[in-house]
């Protein structure tokens, strides 16, 4: 699978590469299209455990920096706990500094019992959010999760996890577990876990259609390597057709960039990323926030 557009021409055409300095005056191996001027039909997200070894108020700034706006908000470090009282806290500095969160998770689910699966849509609904990103819940699980996810009205979107997974390696194994149950309950797909575990992601795009709740992005040098992440555009994953393939669908949710590497520092590689996505939207003759707003 390749990209159709070169990663550097992405970049130069990107708001945020320019302000960057990441442009390059490297030919493109396509044409663009005229932009259309029109909004893109795709939203751009954040993944909050991409920014895991910092604290809120470091991601909220970073989230400016990246002209950013929505988030998919972690229990992890403080950005978003568990605890009423301290979640309260998170939701208000997120609303204060402008920052919409559309999603929890990943939210695991490793009890069959009532008070800990409501206790995670509790969690959820006090976040302000309809879509619970689940990690691995056990098929035998489920049933107990659908009488939330009807009593709530807040989807369930599980994640695949690729080739390690013990049930969820791709998003047609999720949607195989699901496919009866009620139609709130649908998939996160992981592309770069996707992608190792097999799955052309473009069909599985149109495969899962309106059972995708969230997607998590990566990219990857390797299909066989879960070690081979790099930046988005760096790596050998289909941006463009995806993002095609998701418009086809008509896709409301987010694409939410989640950046696995330098944990320590990951801005440089988080810049590099938006940048890309932004430059296959402009690509496509769409005008990004980003690029509205500079």
Known sequence: MKNSFSRRNFMQTSALAAAATFSSAAPAHAEAIPASGKPSP???GLASYTFRNFTRAQVIDFMKQLH????????????????????AQAVADYAANGIKLHAVGTVYFPKDEDDDIRSKFEYAKRAGVNVIVAGDP???????????????DI??????????????HSPFDVTNVVKDMDPRIGCCIDVGHAARAGANLVEAIHAVGPRIYDLHVKDLTSFE??????AVGEGILPFREMFQALIEI??????????EIHADDPMPGVIESFAFMRGVLDGMGYLTKAASSS
């Open 42 to 44: 795709l939203k751009l």
């Open 68 to 87: 950013l706006t929505d988030l998919n908000c972690k229990d992890a470090k403080d950005h978003l706990p568990m605890d009423s009282a301290q979640e």
């Open 138 to 152: 056990a098929p035998a699980t489920l049933p107990r999760i659908e009488k939330f996810v009807k009593e709530y």
């Open 155 to 168: 989807r369930l979107a599980i994640h695949n996890h690729g080739p390690e997974d013990k049930i969820y």
């Open 225 to 230: 390597s879960k070690e081979s992440q790099v």
């Open 250 to 259: 008509h896709y409301k949710g987010f694409i939410d960039l989640e950046y």
